[in-house]
């Protein structure tokens, strides 16, 4: 659909609710595998305002499949609820007016924190301390109304178990055996951390899912992935995106920014250490890679696939290597307190 | 028959020709960042057109060795000893890359067994299956090489 035909539909779109306003300076802001993301001002007459539109791909262009009519329902009870995150504004639940399912929010002006990091805008220091908060301000929320469909495990054990056995059926369905993915599942089984009270999850919580306003606000975008689960699954993939992703901001900060997270939260330092996240890095992974290694097989099995599939085997390799070196490193560090133990 | 040039070194004229030639006519986002995948995924076939015929005999090797080793000191279950006799009974010994291919992934499924067998102990076999399976791994990382992730 080009930038003319979404105007039009933006207009008809806005007009059925009530909101009848001119569209301009549609434009896509970023980038992604499952969604299209634009800028647009909607002028009432009255107002401006500037306004997000995120939109799946269309024709089903995606390498990963999420819910939008369900992220349209988690930040309307995010919203509800006083977190920090943008307010939703009207979504079009089964794409039969903007071409495919969408939601409208509001415009959050100022940068990610990637990008503030990035500019020397916040130091890393501080940019970590903006992690924790945003981390704790969501796991505080009381999940008893969020939606249904976004409840999963009844406890933590059962959560836990998803988790591996995610890992374990990501294996299972592909066209060879993977003995790195079977030692990271057995591994994950026979290690499990101090249990937490399940929360909500963002589920994709890295610093470009943070916006940072200049008056030193915290607002938290792209709730496609967002489940009740255990709350260092957000602060594992923190971790992870920062290893790909530089600057690692709660890498680099990891033991302040635990202690902060301990204090807004109330959580134990039995639950929250450097290496109970680490744990999580590899636990949450398999989301990153699932439906890309079914690519890898479906290329071996001779369907045609996008080339960015078969590009994507080097990041898997690589986090792969990253992976095996984290328990490695855990086991390392559990030697060296056992000994200690031992010695004491 | 030719032989030389060999594989590697003909997807590196290739590789030349595609960033030399067709890379600064490219003017679209879209296919530059396609370029650039392909040109990394060549890359990865340089080194693998190379080395992974013998690293898979090797790896091959190592681990149905540590199996049996394993099997025979009672080390590990009956499923690890299934999984050498299906490698036996379905191993085509060949050096066609497609032979080879389906020997490792016979000998794949082996090396799996062993290590969730093991996983949180210090035997022998425990140490022999992680490093093996650390080789694997650093396998993938030679096939990478330099590597910038170019956007979608």
Request: hydrophobic share 45%; charged share 20%; net charge negative.
């Amino acid at each position: 659909m080009d930038a003319v035909q979404l105007k039009s539909r933006l207009e008809s779109f806005l007009g059925a609710r009530d909101y009848p306003a001119e569209v301009s300076g549609v434009e896509q802001i970023v980038g992604g595998f499952s969604q299209i993301t634009y800028k647009f001002h909607a002028n009432t007459g009255d107002v401006v305002e500037t306004l997000v539109l995120r939109s799946d791909r269309p024709g089903g262009a995606t390498l990963t499949l999420t819910d939008r009519d369900l992220e349209y329902q988690v930040i309307k009870f995010l919203n509800d609820a006083g977190a920090p995150v943008p307010l939703v504004r009207w979504a079009d639940r089964d794409g039969s007016e903007l071409g495919t399912r969408s939601l409208i929010s509001d415009f959050v002006p100022g940068s990610n924190l990637l990008q503030a990091t990035r500019s020397g805008q916040l130091s890393s220091a501080d940019a970590a301390l903006v992690v924790a908060e945003a981390a704790a301000a969501i796991h505080n929320l009381d999940t008893t109304h969020v939606p249904q469909q976004i409840r999963g495990a009844a406890d933590w054990e059962s959560y836990i178990d998803a988790q591996i056995q995610a890992w374990r059926d990501l294996e299972a369905r592909q066209v060879e055996r993977m003995p790195v993915v079977r030692y990271l599942a057995a591994w994950l089984d026979a290690n499990r951390p101090e249990p937490m009270e399940l929360t909500l999850v963002h589920g994709e919580f890295g610093i470009a899912n943070l916006m940072v306003s200049d008056d030193g606000g915290f607002s938290v975008i792209d709730w496609e992935y967002a489940h009740v689960g255990d709350p260092r699954m957000d602060l594992g993939w923190c971790l992870q995106r920062g290893g790909q992703e530089p600057p690692n901001v709660l890498g680099d900060n990891l033991i302040v920014a635990c202690e902060r997270y301990r204090e807004l939260t109330g959580a134990s330092e039995a639950a929250i250490n450097p290496a109970a996240l680490s744990y999580f890095v590899i636990l949450g992974s398999w989301r990153a890679f699932d439906q890309i290694v079914d690519g890898f097989s479906a290329i071996s099995m001779g369907a045609n696939a996008p080339l960015l599939t078969a590009y994507l085997i080097s990041p898997w390799s690589l986090s792969c290597s990253a992976w095996l070196q984290l328990t490695k490193d855990l086991d390392a560090m559990k030697t060296s307190s056992s000994q200690m133990e031992v010695s004491a | 028959m030719m032989t030389q040039p060999s594989v590697a070194r003909l997807i590196e004229v290739i590789r030349t020709q595609l960033t030399e030639t067709i890379g600064p006519a490219l003017t679209d986002d879209g296919p530059r960042s396609a370029l650039g995948m392909i040109d990394h995924l060549l890359q990865t076939i340089q080194t693998r057109s190379e080395r992974e015929i013998d690293w898979m005999v090797l790896q091959t090797t190592d681990i149905i060795d540590l199996a049996r080793s394993a099997v025979a000191s009672g080390d590990v279950s009956s499923k690890v000893s299934d999984a050498v006799d299906a490698y036996e009974a379905n191993r085509t010994g060949g050096l066609a890359a497609s032979q080879v291919t389906s020997d490792y992934a016979h000998a794949a499924a082996v090396l799996s067994l062993l290590l969730e067998e093991t996983v949180g102990t210090s035997s022998d076999t425990a140490i022999e299956a992680r490093d093996l399976l650390e080789r694997e791994v650093q396998w993938g990382v030679d096939v990478v090489g330099d590597f910038v992730l170019v956007a979608p």
